[in-house]
C-alpha cells in the first residue's frame, strides 16, 4: 500500500522533467468515469435518446476499468487531437440492449461506456470497426498533461524527396 500512495499523484503534481531529460515512456493511468445524459427526442420512433456528455476523474485506482492512457505510438494522434479547436476525450460505449442483442422498446436503463481515449487516430479505428464513438470535451488539466506527452514524444514524419521531375507514374 505505501508503494502504491507514492504513485498516486495529481496531473498538478507529476514530473515530466525537463525536455533534454529521459522521455517518460510509463504514465500512469487517470482512471475516468464517463456521465451520460437521457435527452427527449420528441420522435415515436425514438422517444429518447442517450448520449456521454462528461468525463470525470474517478478513485485513483490504476487498475480502474476506464481510464486515460497514453501510449507512445498513439502520439500522432494525440497531437491531432490537441491542435484542434475543441480538444476531446472520445468515449466507445454501448446500451445494454447492444449487448444481450434484444432491443427493447424503452431502455430506461443507461447506456456503459467501454473505452475512452484522447487518440484521434484510435477513435478513427473504432468508428471503422462500426462502434458508436462519442466525444466529450477534454477539461484543461488534462490538455495539458496530454500536450507534455505530445512534447516528449510525437516526432512528425519528414516528407519524402522526390528524386526527378517526373512523376512516379511516368
Known amino acids: 500500500q505505501s508503494a502504491r500512495k507514492g504513485r498516486e499523484k ?29 435527452r427527449e427526442t420528441g420522435s415515436a420512433w ?33 497531437y491531432l487531437n490537441l491542435t484542434t479547436a475543441d480538444p476531446s476525450i472520445f468515449v466507445l460505449w454501448r446500451l445494454p440492449s447492444d449487448e444481450s442483442g434484444i432491443v427493447g422498446g424503452s431502455d430506461a436503463e443507461p447506456p456503459h461506456a467501454l473505452a475512452v481515449t484522447v487518440s484521434y487516430n484510435e477513435a478513427g479505428r473504432w468508428m471503422d470497426g462500426g462502434e ?12 495539458s ?4 506527452y505530445v512534447t516528449l514524444h510525437y516526432v512528425p514524419e519528414r516528407g519524402r524527396k522526390r528524386k526527378g521531375a517526373r512523376p512516379s507514374f511516368m
Open 145 to 148: 498533461w496530454v500536450a507534455e
Open 132 to 143: 458508436r464513438v462519442d466525444r466529450v470535451p477534454m477539461p484543461g488539466p488534462m490538455q
Open 10 to 38: 495529481s496531473l498538478a503534481e507529476r514530473d515530466f522533467g525537463p525536455p533534454a531529460a529521459e522521455p517518460l515512456r510509463d504514465i500512469e493511468p487517470v482512471p475516468v468515469e464517463v456521465v451520460f445524459e437521457r
Open 46 to 78: 425514438q422517444p429518447f435518446a442517450w448520449r456521454p456528455v462528461a468525463v470525470e476523474p474517478a478513485s485513483d485506482d490504476p487498475a480502474a476499468p476506464l481510464a486515460i492512457r497514453l501510449f507512445v505510438d498513439e502520439a500522432e494522434g494525440y
